[in-house]
Structures are given as C-alpha cells and as structure tokens.
C-alpha cells in the first residue's frame, strides 16, 4: 500500500513532516498526480491555480552536480489538500 511505503520513507534534508493519517497521505498524493498530469497537459490560469494555497511559495534550485544530466525532482507540501510549497532540483542536458 502506498500510505506505509511513504510513511517508511527517509526524511530529506532533515525535513521531518507531522504524522498524518493513511487517507490524508493518499489524498496528498492524488492532488500531485493531477497537479503534474495538468502541468504536462499544458493548462494554465484559474485552473491551474486552483492547486496552490494562496500563499504558496516556489523555489528552484541551480544544480552543478550532474551538468549534462536531465534528471528532476518536484517536491511538494501539501495542507488542507492544496499546496503551499514547491521545491525543484532540476538538471537539464545542454540545449
């Protein structure tokens, strides 16, 4: 089940989130689902911002590990089933 896989999981960079119920995880991650699924579908607007909390704060990190890498993290933080933070790792290859 994903709810006990995800609470098993490490916490990241000494990130240690308050314990939630199995049906609040599952929940979280069914809004990420349809959150990356409308990024990739290319919507925008009030439809995309109905994801986010008002006071939802994006960061994007430079990343010079793998330089001529294309790999990728999106982490989200999710309260009340809207997100109010998003962090990016993000390492393309060269253009």
């Known amino acids: 089940m994903i709810a006990s896989r995800a609470s098993e999981a490490p916490h990241a960079f000494g990130h240690s989130p308050a314990p939630r119920d ?3 995880t599952v929940a979280n991650l069914e809004v990420a689902r349809r959150y990356l699924a409308a990024i990739e579908a290319g919507t925008t ?4 911002a109905a994801f986010f909390s ?3 704060e994006q960061i994007e990190y430079p990343n010079r590990l793998v330089p001529t890498g294309a790999h990728f993290a999106v982490v989200l933080e999710l309260m009340d089933g809207r997100i109010v933070a998003q962090r990016n790792y993000d390492c393309f290859d060269p253009f």
């Open 54 to 56: 008002p006071a939802v």
């Open 45 to 48: 607007g009030d439809e995309l």
């Open 22 to 24: 199995a049906s609040q």
